[in-house]
């Protein structure tokens, strides 16, 4: 099912996919596990989180989605609006290149948000504690923002994009993945990310695990779903302004020839009171995915730094 | 008191990390050989694929544990058959290796050059695609089995079409962007290289690794790299992050940092 043109043809597809599940007539790896393989746009077009004038309701009507759907898919960085002096002024046009997430294929998703608990589509508040980590952090690079590459975010420094570790989420551009099965392991490598080798071979969490950007992975099988648990991450990755402890639970499974459900849930409780978690359907891309070399081209880096000495010079030139 | 307890503690403890070292050539479902694991050389090559003897640090501060070790090389024949200009610019590589080999900047490590850098890679293996992951700079490669694309583009990992030959499995590799080193003493190929890989079971912890490196633009002739590969065979090993991003920031961006500060206190010891 990707970019439906009509309702009927969508609610058909869907009863489709029910019957077709019941007949466990989903595609197998040579040894067995359901096979998820292939490569997959993360774009949808539910928001993150709920309009909060949709309340506690998940779905659209049908009728409602085609307006919904015509907006989000709207949205579009366009050079020629853009207001002189300001980033998106100068930043290469989305739309141009074909960059932005709403020009990747999509699948009918009647969702109101992806965040589906808590129940109101909104992620918790923080607690206090993470308000406080977040703000001494903000503190610590204050006015110095521009002093030296470690003070750069780490998208700039192609460390991680915070969207492409789990939990995984829809990003501006390149809002792909692609999947890759052994026996044993799942291999899930976000376009602009690192791969993430998962065994699946029973092994468990360990207690003790060294911080890692992408945190430590295992996997298993519940039937049709693939199940992931990571923990584990790097204290600087401040997903989200979690903390080291977060842990993250995703939920993988078909639904069609064309489509992936993702579902994923985290918990941390130094950051965020109660659990929180949604879904969103990942929608087969027909082409391959090519590799991403962030740091080897990284001449947003250098034009940063450069830029902020010469601001700073002609400052100190002005009378 | 007894000192059993604490025997029996040793020996489970002991149980609990055995060495996972394989007895048979594992095989996969198709019945070719399962290169599935995680592998690393055991050598010199990434220091210098040429015979060399010991040498100085690169910084003579760095003192004698970054030292250049000696090997005995792992090219076929000995030598490098460079053309005399490009044998020229090996040496000028040589001479600015501090600055300009691509590793110290957390570059990708290109084919075949990743093979041989002393860190682990994983080899995961299906029946349509064979991929492996580098730990250094989390360097990632798809090989198509039986694939007959060419590469649409050029990239630092280059385009890799797999095939097996009996027990060896051939990759072809074009599509290299010419911008990766072959080692750390300046050897290198352009971007018109095609490199031909072969991995054969050794037996069921060691591959043999043979590289061919074809360039006329660089070499008067093909010559092959040729080395063991071993297997990992630690519990329950995992190929851990190596993002070597934030070390290599100062040597890149360090002459745009704002004049009077400083570079973040030492390494994070974490």
Redesign the interface.
């Known amino acids: 099912m990707r970019k439906p043109t009509t309702l009927a043809a969508a609610a058909l597809a869907a009863a489709v996919i029910s019957l077709c599940a019941e007949a466990q007539k989903h595609p197998r790896t040579a040894w067995g596990d359901p096979d998820l393989t292939g490569a997959y746009s993360e774009f949808t077009t539910a928001p993150l989180e709920r309009d909060p004038s949709y309340g506690e309701r998940e779905f659209l009507r049908e009728d409602e989605y085609e307006e919904f759907a015509k907006r989000r898919l709207e949205q579009r960085f366009d050079a020629d609006d853009t207001e002189p002096g300001t980033q998106e002024d100068v930043h290469y046009s989305m739309g141009q290149f074909a960059l932005s997430e709403n020009e990747g294929v999509h699948s009918l998703n009647l969702r109101t948000s992806i965040v589906t608990q808590p129940k109101n589509g909104r992620i918790p508040p923080l607690t206090a504690a993470a308000v406080a980590r977040r703000d001494a952090r903000a503190a610590a690079r204050r006015g110095k923002e521009f002093d030296g590459p470690e003070m750069r975010s780490l998208t700039e420094r192609c460390i991680i994009w915070s969207s492409t570790q789990p939990p995984i989420l829809p990003r501006g551009y390149n809002s792909n993945l692609q999947i890759f099965q052994s026996p044993g392991y799942v291999i899930i490598q976000g376009e602009m990310g690192d791969p993430r080798i998962i065994p699946t071979d029973g092994r468990t969490l360990p207690d003790k695990l060294l911080p890692q950007w992408n945190g430590t992975s295992v996997g298993r099988w519940e039937g049709e779903t693939f199940v992931i648990e990571t923990a584990g991450f790097h204290p600087e990755s401040a997903w989200r302004n979690a903390s080291e402890n977060m842990r993250v639970t995703e939920r993988i499974r078909r639904l069609d020839e064309d489509t992936l459900e993702y579902e994923f849930m985290v918990s941390d409780p130094d950051t965020w009171a109660e659990p929180w978690g949604g879904v969103y359907p990942l929608t087969r891309l027909d082409g391959l995915l090519y590799e991403y070399a962030c740091t080897e081209g990284n001449y947003g880096m250098a034009n940063i730094l450069s830029g902020a000495r010469a601001a700073e010079k002609e400052a100190a030139e002005e009378p | 008191m007894t000192r059993l307890p604490v025997v029996a503690f040793a020996l489970l403890t002991a149980a609990a990390v055995e060495p996972q070292v394989l007895t048979e050539l594992p095989r996969?479902?198709?019945g070719r050989p399962d290169l599935?694991g995680v592998w690393q050389t055991l050598n010199t090559a990434h220091w210098n694929l040429e015979p060399h003897v010991s040498d100085y640090p690169v910084l003579l501060e760095l003192g004698a544990q970054f030292a250049v070790p000696p090997g005995p090389g792992v090219v076929v024949g000995g030598e490098i058959p460079y053309l005399p200009e490009a044998r020229a610019e090996r040496d000028r590589r040589f001479e600015n290796r501090l600055a300009d080999d691509?590793e110290g900047?957390?570059?990708?490590g290109g084919v075949p050059r990743s093979t041989y850098m002393p860190y682990p890679f994983?080899i995961?293996?299906?029946?349509r695609?064979i991929?492996i992951?580098y730990q250094f700079?989390?360097a990632?490669r798809?090989i198509f089995v039986d694939g007959k694309e060419e590469a649409?583009?050029d990239?630092?990992?280059g385009w890799s079409n797999g095939r097996w030959d009996g027990d060896t499995f051939v990759v072809e590799v074009t599509g290299l962007n010419g911008?990766t080193w072959l080692d750390r003493a300046g050897n290198y190929a352009s971007g018109n290289a095609r490199i031909t890989e072969r991995y054969t079971p050794l037996g069921p912890n060691h591959l043999q690794y043979e590289a061919t490196i074809e360039d006329p633009t660089v070499f008067s002739r093909p010559w092959t790299i040729r080395m063991p590969l071993y297997r990992i065979v630690d519990e329950?090993f995992?190929?851990?992050?190596f993002?070597c991003?934030?070390y290599?920031?100062?040597k890149?961006?360090?002459h745009?940092?704002?004049p009077g500060?400083e570079?973040?206190a030492g390494a994070s010891s974490?």
């Open positions: 996969a479902a198709n599935s691509p900047k957390c570059y990708m994983q995961l293996q299906n029946e695609d991929v992951y700079a989390t990632f798809r649409p583009l990239s630092w990992m911008l329950d995992r190929v851990l992050e993002k991003e934030p290599a920031e100062e890149i961006y360090g745009l940092r704002k500060t570079p973040p974490r």
